[in-house]
């Protein structure tokens, strides 16, 4: 019964460390996120299967220059009234019947609406192309950033978390005071108060650093709990030396964005050319080969002559005298499939011109419908232009405004260090009281969150800023 004790008791430890071996957060680098981002990202996946689609409609419109040729067969048995297809008259039996063709149309000219057709789709292909290199750049910034904004949520939470830490040391000390019935005891009651908002303080945080996860997993598609490995992340906080319109024009030149837009007008200005072929004429070549198989058809051979009568009779001296005729006697047989697909073979060749003359304005209006794609397509380029211009001037004022800050922040956190440091001495010396003590405390601890806050502002701007310059984020 012990043995059997000592045995389940190991088989459930084993149970537990499995269980927290599983449940143990996975480590991920930046570069890890990144690359597990761009494998598993929907918003890309999608992005994909548009660019997979646009290689296939450019497909299609080369393999649209080739001749179609197609082939017809239909076998089937006839019950009634019908026309024998061998012999073409009216026949009332059942008849089983085939048809066997094969036809080829090609088109000579249209207008160019072929060629422009595949140039167009060649266009969109490229541009697809691009768009996927467009949605990676995006997909590396927002988990770049993502990334940082969880390093940001860890360290205000560490930060929270050593405030507590140093508050509950605090208690420690003034409840000692309070069970000596010696010191101000509304000290002791407002440490307690203390400890309940600085553990408010870590619960806020965690929340926080859990939802910057979440966006970060989100990005990556993951739904396992994740824990970031920063070991070989650069952080460096210098001030940034290019300015907002060197920015924008390394832009121009690296965004993808750019590109795909421009060769999205060139392929709207192909559609034009497109439409304007509706209006000539279309010359194509037309061929086929047919033949078919009846079982009402047979082949009639000659097998000699006979004396028979006609029915009809003449009188001579009174008495009628039957009229006989020689009659050619025949042998039917019926003809075999092959034999009749053989005889029965035609073919047909011919050029055919398609003149159009009139059709309800269809043909203008589509080229004023491609005409309004083209500018369209124009002012989406322009409008890309000048959101990406607002946008960087933005973030390169953003970013400034966070260097001044954590720069004047930085003399604000060494300011309360020495505030709080004396303020402690005197505090637990009973010099001072608890208000002074406590206020420098929360002074340097909500100054060291904003300190870290403006340092992660800050590079987060600086990681916009390289995205739309083209460099490397990692």
Known sequence: MIHKLILFIIIVMMSWAGFAQNTTDKSYTLDDCIAIALEHNLDLKSTNLQANSAKVNYQQSKADVLPSLNGSFNLGVNDGRSIDPFTNAYINQELTFSNLGLSLDMTIFNGFRLLNSAKQERLNKKASELEIEAAQQDLILNVTLAYLQVLNAKDVLELTKARLETTKQQLKIQQGFYDNE????????????QVASDETSVLVSESSLNNAKLSLMQLMNLKE?????????????????????????????????????????EAAKKGVSVAKSQFTPEISLFGGINTNYSSAAELFSLTGTSIVGTGDFVTVDGQDLPIRTEQTNFDSNG???????????????????FVPLFNGFRAKNNVALEKIKVEESIIEL??????????????????????????????????????????????????????????????????KVNLSNAKYDYLLRVKVLDYYRGTNLL
């Open 382 to 447: 322009e409008r890309t232009y000048v959101d990406i211009k607002n946008a960087i001037a933005q973030v390169y004022f953003d970013m400034e405004a966070a260097y001044k800050r954590h720069k004047s922040l930085e003399k604000q956190v060494e300011a309360y260090e020495e505030s709080y440091r004396i303020n402690d001495i005197r505090f637990k010396n009973g010099v001072s009281n608890f208000l002074n003590y406590i206020t420098s405390k929360n002074n340097l601890d909500n100054a």
């Open 182 to 193: 010696s010191g101000n005891p509304a000290d002791y009651a407002d440490i307690l108060g």
């Open 335 to 353: 003809i075999n499939y092959k034999d009749q697909l053989d005889n029965n073979l035609n073919t047909v060749v011919g050029v055919q011109v």
């Open 225 to 265: 709990n994740i824990n970031l490995v920063t070991d070989g992340l650069l952080l460096d906080f210098n001030k940034y030396e290019v300015s907002a319109n060197a920015v924008f024009e390394e832009a121009i030149r690296n965004l993808a964005t750019f590109k795909a837009k421009e060769l999205r007008i």
